[in-house]
């Protein structure tokens, strides 16, 4: 099985990078983050030759989550019940023998914000909604855009940037409570060296040249899965094609 995640930063901008990265690499699951689009206006159209049967949750300009898989989903969760703010960065669907939870956690503004506690909130509430409906026996993927870098060799600058909002003593305690409770982050099992970046913001003169980048996004697997997972890797071509998004593609290849 080959599992992946991307922040498009707009899927209706981000179609043709799509398209053609399905066709290269054919993963069986694949989840998508900011969509930006309402879901009455999600292009469904643009993805009908891939094959892939697609799901979705999304709001206007903002957030936005949606699954692309070859097996049909069932048991589909759209919201994480805690969160009354109705944006839509929760997507859980089974596919096949495993569960794949979507999410895009809030990026949190600015540390003395209401949308800062917000974010520390949603990871409890997480915590919480997995104590509730799950146990760490499960076969689960936890995957997207966690909006945190967990560790000093996850951002290309540690000293500078400590004390960013996804980059701070807070966020890393809430990613981690989430973590403990039974998930494996599988890329840093399988590439625990420096330099890897999933994120290179568009405002940085040649990011991806000088790889100024971040490691925000993540596969979290519980162990019944990690166990099976044979790589994790980050493809940064896309981040060099036409029209990309500020985040690029990482995947997994799951012996399943």
């Not at 859980?92 to 600015?110: E, S």
């Not at 915590?127 to 951002?155: C, F, M, S």
């Not at 000088?210 to 697997?221: E, Q």
Request: charge should be negative.
């Amino acid at each position: 099985m080959r599992v992946a995640t991307f922040n498009a930063n707009s899927i209706r901008s981000r179609s043709n990078v799509l398209v053609k990265w399905l066709d290269l690499h054919h993963p069986d699951i694949l989840a998508i983050q900011e969509t930006k689009v309402q879901d009455v206006d999600f292009p469904v159209s643009d993805f009908a030759e891939t094959g892939y049967n697609i799901i979705f949750r999304g709001q206007k300009k903002y957030n936005g989550v949606a699954i692309f898989s070859k097996a049909k989903p069932t048991e589909v969760v759209p919201t994480l019940p805690q969160d009354t703010t109705d944006q839509a960065r929760f997507l859980k669907a089974r596919i096949g023998n495993v569960t794949l939870i979507n999410t895009y956690i809030p990026q949190g503004a600015a540390i003395d914000s209401d949308k800062f506690q917000y974010k520390l909130n949603w990871y409890q509430w997480l915590r919480d909604y997995l104590q509730k409906h799950h146990t760490p026996d499960e076969p689960i993927l936890w995957v997207g855009d966690l909006n945190v870098a967990k560790e000093d060799i996850d951002v290309h600058d540690p000293e500078r940037l400590w004390g960013h909002v996804c980059f701070c003593e807070p966020v890393q305690k809430a990613f981690q409570e989430v973590a403990e409770w039974g998930f494996v982050d599988i890329f840093r099992k399988k590439h625990p060296e420096p330099g890897h970046y999933t994120f290179w913001d568009y405002r940085a003169p040649n990011g991806l040249k000088r790889n100024v980048g971040w490691r925000l996004d993540y596969i979290m697997m519980t162990s019944k899965i990690a166990d099976k997972c044979t790589d994790c890797w980050i493809d940064r071509e896309p981040r060099g094609w036409d029209k990309p998004s500020d985040h690029t593609f990482l995947v997994a290849d799951i012996d399943i």
